[in-house]
């Protein structure tokens, strides 16, 4: 099946730059959608095909891809970013469909 | 207002059965993929299934391991998706969230709250 790997956590202060990895088998040739889910409440889509933010999502965060890594970007870090956040694909042509990466906990210091 | 409401969820017994509901509002869920997504306590967020829109052929897909125990439906008359679990196992204990895309399949830009089914004994 397919995997995708992000690391169990990433600590940032406040103002600075964190950037979550999430790692797969050529995900390069997918699109990659990102997510934020704070405690207690659903996820919210905040980078979807790679680089797109949906509206209302500041422009703190972005989003890339080079060769078998996606990378979600935090700038200017503030508190109220502190959450869980999931890289996902959509595997049109296979059994796994939909899937999500392991998630990353955002800790800010 | 653009949203989903799920309800349904509950204790049920190793074995059992139970029937998620999902209301839909605000958007053309006729034309909508729709999916169900679940999280275990603690856990990270586990793709369920999809059915497709009427007008895309109405099909649904499963993760492994829950085909040939759920069930997926919709009634596009009353803007409604349900999830039929059978043969529920502890390892199906979660919130699941009712989700979609109005603009396209590939990703999920509107969750419901979720509703929390237990299997215990």
């Known amino acids: 099946s397919y995997v995708l790997t992000q690391p169990p956590s990433v600590s940032v202060a406040p103002g600075k730059t964190a950037r979550i990895t999430c790692g797969g088998n050529?995900?390069?040739?997918?699109?990659v959608h990102w997510y934020q889910q704070k405690p207690g409440q659903a996820p919210v889509l905040v980078i979807y095909?790679?680089?797109d933010r949906p509206s209302g999502i500041p422009e703190r965060f972005s989003g890339s891809t080079s060769g078998n890594t996606a990378t979600l970007t935090i700038s200017r870090v503030e508190a109220g970013d502190e959450a869980d956040y999931f890289c996902?694909?959509?595997?049109?042509?296979?059994?796994?469909?939909?899937?999500f990466g392991t998630g990353t906990k955002v800790t800010v210091l | 207002e653009v949203q989903l409401v799920e309800s349904g969820g509950g204790l049920v017994k190793p074995g059992g059965s139970l029937r998620l509901s999902c209301a839909a509002s605000?958007?053309?869920?006729?034309?909508?993929?729709m999916s169900w997504v679940r999280q275990a306590p603690g856990k990270g967020l586990e793709w369920v299934g999809r059915?497709?829109?009427?007008?895309?052929?109405?099909?649904?897909d499963f993760a492994v391991p829950v085909k040939g125990r759920f069930i997926i439906s919709r009634d596009d008359s009353k803007n409604m998706l349900y999830l039929q679990m059978n043969s529920l196992k502890i390892e199906d204990t979660a919130l699941y969230y009712c989700?979609?895309?109005?603009?396209?399949?590939?990703?999920?830009?509107?969750w419901g709250r979720g509703t929390l089914v237990t299997v215990s004994s």
């Open positions: 059915i497709k829109s009427k007008i895309d052929g109405g099909t649904t």
């Open positions: 050529n995900i390069g040739s997918k699109s």
């Open positions: 989700t979609t895309a109005p603009i396209s399949p590939a990703y999920f830009d509107l």
């Open positions: 605000g958007f053309t869920f006729t034309n909508a993929w």
């Open positions: 095909f790679d680089s």
């Open positions: 996902q694909v959509w595997d049109s042509g296979s059994d796994h469909h939909y899937v």
